[in-house]
């Protein structure tokens, strides 16, 4: 059973464009998680999606972010228009339920130029 | 604010001693607390997690006390290792409304040989 994949690994945007994260969860995992890591801090939540649903999105910025976990494919977490704050690790976590331990990616590591 | 603390921000502690992370809370809703171990540029890894309804869990070298009344969690790596040394997280998340984490800042532990 493979982990939760998360790609690319590294992804280097200039300002004023578009980056697309993607989640693929664990097999069997309905429920995903999107956190962001910013360097020497911990992990901040951003969303929670279930397949073709955002359940909950309190820590998306209101501007720039969106997510969507569709029926069929990875979940997506879209950055447009980046900035230089947007510099950080992004998470995905998937879950079989949504109070269950929950498993981790390898994380993409986003850099804006 | 930050919902879960944790200290201390770094720890070094000889080989096979003993490496102990605090971590404190202030919502009650709160009823799950696992641990995550991070190694530089992975994914956290879950190392092991607790309820409310009990006062310890040990699982190997780890253990995880809990005290319901003062909300505070520890981790304990008995016999540390060299191959301890990473970056640990505690969380702590409310299972009846989604589960997503709240992490504490991350304790970076080294441990010498």
């Known amino acids: 059973n493979a982990g939760v994949m998360q790609n690319p690994r590294h992804l280097v945007r200039r300002r004023g464009q578009e980056a697309r994260l993607r989640c693929s969860p664990m097999?069997?995992?309905?429920?995903v998680y999107w956190y962001r890591q910013l360097p020497e801090e911990g992990l901040k939540f951003m969303v929670y999606?279930?397949?073709?649903?955002?359940?909950?999105e309190s820590g998306m910025p209101k501007e720039r972010f969106s997510a969507e976990f569709p029926k069929e494919g990875p979940s997506i977490l879209r950055i447009q228009q980046v900035v230089r704050g947007d510099s950080a690790a992004y998470f995905c976590?998937?879950?079989?339920?949504?109070?269950?331990?929950?498993?981790f990616g390898q994380g993409t590591r986003l850099t804006v130029v | 604010q930050q919902q879960v603390k944790q200290s201390p921000q770094s720890l070094i502690v000889q080989k096979g001693g003993i490496s102990i992370i605090n971590c404190a809370y202030e919502?009650?809703?709160?009823?799950?607390f696992p641990w995550y171990q991070q190694f530089p540029g992975k994914g956290p890894a879950l190392l092991i997690a607790?309820?409310?309804?009990?006062s310890e869990k040990k699982e190997g070298r780890f253990t995880i006390s809990f005290n319901k009344s003062a909300k505070q969690f520890s981790l304990h790596i008995m016999d540390s290792q060299p191959g301890d040394s990473a970056t640990y997280f505690c969380?702590?998340?409310?299972?009846?409304?989604?589960?997503?984490?709240?992490f504490g800042t991350g304790t970076s532990l080294t441990v010498i040989p």
């Open positions: 976590a998937s879950s079989p339920s949504g109070d269950t331990e929950a498993f």
């Open positions: 097999k069997g995992h309905s429920h």
């Open positions: 999606l279930q397949k073709e649903n955002i359940i909950d």
């Open positions: 919502n009650t809703a709160f009823d799950y």
């Open positions: 607790i309820r409310p309804d009990v």
């Open positions: 969380a702590a998340s409310m299972t009846n409304t989604g589960n997503q984490f709240y």
